[in-house]
């Protein structure tokens, strides 16, 4: 590629992800309602024809702001685990609702607003499986369950994260719902080591 090919892809990725970025901001700010396409255009100074040349429409606008959500869901929850050795479970449920109380309008798209990322297939996106994979590290390796440990870990943090949200369940009984869940799924001790 030339140097002029070179620095247009620069450019390219550049927009994409000021446009990105955008979105993610202008959402956390004012809601996803307030995301449209004028608006973006509006705030990157881009014309609405450079936001299509970028994305199709505002579905596909939330899918890359999900599909970097889960990028830094996945820094955040290997960040917890890895400081917390002697409880890496508990310090990873904890993060993960943290993030989705600290980041309301990201955890939407990542797990409410229609997107095209698939989860659990031969298609998910890496920042996804690398995401699941922090779960599933929890669980002891010779565990051959561990993976649907960490789906059902997965979903009952998703619920209490949303059911939180609304105020349907109230915030004061998170550390409760949190010792619930790591005493019922944890089984994060290593195998008895035959002795030598």
């Known amino acids: 590629m030339s140097a002029t090919g070179e620095r247009r892809e620069r450019d390219r990725a550049h927009r994409h ?5 955008a979105a993610r901001d202008l959402a956390e700010t004012e809601g996803w309602d ?6 973006l255009a509006e705030r990157v100074e881009y014309s609405q024809p450079v936001l299509y040349s970028h994305f199709d429409g505002k579905d596909a606008i939330v899918g890359a702001v999900a599909l970097a959500g889960f990028d830094d869901l996945a820094t955040h929850l ?11 479970l508990r ?14 309008a990201l955890y939407q798209a990542m797990f ?5 990322l698939k989860f659990a297939s031969t298609e998910t996106p890496p920042p996804l499986r690398a995401a699941f994979d922090e779960f599933v590290s929890c669980f002891r390796p010779d565990n051959e369950r561990r993976e649907l440990f960490a789906e059902v870990l997965w979903s009952a943090l998703h619920g209490i994260a949303v059911l939180s949200d609304s ?3 109230p915030l004061s009984g998170q550390e409760q719902r949190l010792d619930f869940l790591v005493d019922r799924l944890a089984d994060t001790t290593p195998p008895m080591q035959a002795p030598t």
């Open 34 to 39: 307030a995301v449209t396409t004028r608006r």
């Open 167 to 169: 105020g349907r369940i």
């Open 78 to 88: 290997r960040h917890a685990r890895q400081s917390a050795p002697d409880r890496p």
């Open 112 to 116: 409410i607003l229609p997107t095209d």
């Open 17 to 21: 992800q000021l446009i990105i970025t």
């Open 91 to 104: 310090a990873l449920c904890r993060a993960y609702l943290g993030f989705a109380t600290e980041r309301p």
